[in-house]
């Protein structure tokens, strides 16, 4: 479940109503078609949920199909009521294994767009990062660096960058299947403001 925007515009960062130790909190743990439910309120919103939907089929068929997501940024909040404008991309960070040197340089190959986030955000409106879970063949050392990287972006998007204002952001597996929210756009995005 994504919660509604707060009264500040943003996703809370914990349930409404929850106990503070409780785990329903960001990241909020969804699929795309709920995503895009949620999200996919205007025509500019769903441009970008199509740019997100063809990056990740670009990713799985490169081979990067097992891993999350975690999607943030000023998409995942009222900033059309808060700014008074459209949002321009989504913030997306994607965890997953890469491999040896060998097959991160074959990805960086087959689809530099999607590992540069310059070009990621040409292509596709996603400003895309990674965070590599192999990132060493040592267990602690790897165990501690996805420590690390999890940490530091927890600690970035865990708050808006305007107001410093503490927020709630959304997960979304890859493996999981995209195909109902690209039915759901095909379906409901030609319509300008009427998206259900």
């Not at 205007?42 to 975690?70: N, Y």
């Not at 340089?105 to 540069?116: C, M, Q, S, Y």
């Not at 996805?146 to 865990?158: F, G, T």
């Not at 759901?184 to 009427?194: I, K, M, N, R």
């Amino acid at each position: 479940m994504i919660p509604a925007f707060d009264i500040n515009g943003v996703v809370p960062p914990i349930l409404p109503g929850e106990a503070g130790a409780s785990s329903r909190r960001a990241p909020y743990a969804t699929d795309m078609l709920t995503f895009c439910l949620r999200f996919g309120t205007s025509q500019e919103r769903c441009s970008i949920l199509r740019g997100l939907l063809d990056l990740r089929d670009a990713l799985r068929g490169a081979g990067v199909a097992v891993g999350f997501q975690w999607i943030n940024g000023s998409f995942t909040e009222d900033v059309e009521r808060l700014e008074g404008r459209a949002p321009a991309d989504v913030d997306v960070v994607t965890f997953c294994a890469f491999g040896d040197a060998a097959r991160q340089r074959h990805l960086l190959d087959t689809i530099p767009e999607a590992f540069v986030p310059l070009r990621a955000k040409q292509a596709y409106k996603v400003d895309h990062y990674f965070v590599q879970t192999d990132a060493s063949s040592d267990r602690e050392a790897a165990a501690a660096e996805l420590a690390r990287q999890a940490a530091y972006w927890y600690s970035l998007w865990a708050h808006q960058r305007r107001t410093l204002r503490w927020k709630g952001f959304v997960s979304i597996a890859l493996e999981s299947s995209d195909a109902p929210a690209r039915a759901w756009l095909d379906q409901h995005a030609p319509h300008a403001g009427g998206v259900p």
